[in-house]
């Protein structure tokens, strides 16, 4: 049973034009060998026929002349010379015989058939040639009180050789016609499924953020044509809730600025003016979190302009400064110190507003989870440039590397702790260079991790 099931998962797993060109194989091959058996079988059968027509014909010669006395011990050959003829008398004697059993005893001992199409029987030994198998018919003869019984029989010598030269050819003819078969199958089957793997790779190119493609429909009408006009609705649908769902996030981020705003203004002035400290601190206190919720609005605002995928202003950009810049922002942010003798210059093609909020992104990460020392460097290697900013903190495992450029992503370990982060800033770091070509991978720092970002430089 296990065997069984296992076999039926391993076919299952195969492609589809595989099980079909197999099933169409198997088809071919029981369709071709059928055919080819009952062509053997129906031809020895018709070639039989015709040997016991002949053994009949020829023996219904032979008994009219028996009845004609006297009858000569030596039947004449006719244009079967190879047919082997006695008559016996009622006494089982024999009384006359062809040449080829001359002299021999008694070779035929079925009772002749009285009816008016005599059956033919199947006999072996007689004592002609190499005593091969013959068909024979015995018809009864004589006048009066002299009954005789003429037997004649053929040789199946000759149908058996025919047969065997056929069922030989079939054997070596049949294999290659059924592999023929097979491969026509095979370039069939891949060309009535083009349109399917044509489908295939077009809705693999569609994502979330760029459901505003379609696929081609075939120009027929079938199923495929059904297929595709079914998919194209679902895109337009699942368009359209997207669309709707992006603005909603899009409008809510844009309203909650302009309160926030207003909120964190108020905030501040109260926490400047406030009389007691516990007024004071509560005050600061409600200025960190307007702050963490301008930031997550900022970070929402952000992924939904990059989720309808806008036109990135591609030009070149000297990243170094972009990276000097924000490390000097960044410094006025953190206690840490931000070591960045390891850039170099390094000049790539881009929209220098979103790579300035990648770099802002990975060195807030940084230094959110840095224990006492933030290290950047880029250099451009074999036509990649390479970012990376690393920290000396606890480090990501490397089972949750790539959970955390997803948005909203918690670690279970010390990067989880509340520090005042959205959970989205790595997201944007990764839409944003994917947007540039490029790629975000996490490596070890030994103690922390460092997260590097490789982008394509600028042709010289």
Not at 62 to 72: E, K, Q
Not at 172 to 186: F, K, Q, R, S
Not at 215 to 221: G, I, K, N, W, Y
């Amino acid at each position: 049973m296990k065997m069984s099931t296992g076999a039926r998962f391993w076919w299952a797993r195969r492609s589809l034009r595989l099980r079909l060109t197999a099933a169409a194989a198997l088809v071919i091959t029981v369709g071709l060998a059928g055919a080819a058996v009952l062509l053997v079988v129906w031809l020895h059968g018709s070639l039989i026929h015709d040997l016991d027509t002949t053994a009949l014909q020829r023996a219904e010669v032979v008994a009219a002349d028996a009845d004609s006395p006297p009858i000569s011990k030596n039947i004449p050959a006719a244009s079967h010379g190879e047919a082997a003829i006695q008559i016996i008398d009622h006494s089982g004697d024999v009384v006359a015989s062809s040449g080829n059993l001359r002299g021999r005893p008694r070779a035929f001992f079925f009772p002749a058939s009285r009816s008016g199409n005599p059956r033919a029987h199947t006999v072996r030994d007689i004592p002609v040639g190499e005593n091969g198998v013959w068909r024979a018919v015995g018809v009864p003869a004589g006048a009066g009180g002299n009954p005789l019984t003429v037997y004649v029989a053929v040789p199946t010598e000759g149908v058996d050789q025919g047969l065997t030269r056929l069922t030989a050819g079939l054997a070596a003819a049949t294999p290659a016609v059924i592999a023929l078969l097979t491969a026509v199958v095979w370039l069939l089957t891949g060309r009535a499924l083009r349109p399917v793997e044509a489908m295939r790779a077009q809705t693999a190119q569609i994502t979330a953020s760029d459901l505003g493609r379609r696929l081609d429909v075939p120009p027929t009408a079938d199923a495929l044509a059904r297929l595709a006009r079914t998919l194209n609705d679902l895109l337009e649908r699942l368009d359209t809730a997207t669309r709707r769902q992006r603005r909603f996030v899009a409008d809510a981020a844009h309203e909650l600025r302009s309160p926030l705003s207003a909120l964190r203004t108020r905030v501040d002035v109260a926490a400047r003016h406030a009389c007691k400290p516990e007024a004071q601190r509560l005050a600061e206190s409600l200025l960190r979190d307007c702050e963490r919720l301008t930031r997550l609005v900022d970070d929402l605002l952000q992924l939904a302009r990059l989720d309808d995928r806008p036109r990135i202003r591609m030009r070149p950009v000297d990243l170094d400064e972009i990276v000097f810049t924000e490390v000097r922002e960044a410094r006025r942010r953190t206690r840490f110190p931000i070591d960045q003798h390891a850039v170099g210059a390094v000049r790539v093609r881009g929209d220098a507003d979103a790579l300035a909020r990648v770099v802002c992104n990975l060195l807030d990460n940084a230094v959110r989870y840095a224990g006492s020392l933030v290290t950047v460097s880029l250099h451009s290697e074999g036509g990649t440039a390479r970012l990376s900013v690393a920290d000396d903190g606890s480090g990501i495992p490397e089972a949750d590397r790539a959970r955390v450029f997803e948005r909203f992503t918690r670690l279970d370990d010390a990067r989880s702790r509340d520090t005042g982060g959205s959970g989205l800033g790595l997201a944007i770091v990764r839409e944003v260079v994917t947007a540039h070509h490029g790629r975000t991978l996490i490596e070890d720092n030994q103690p922390g991790a460092r997260l590097v970002v490789l982008l394509p430089t600028e042709e010289p």
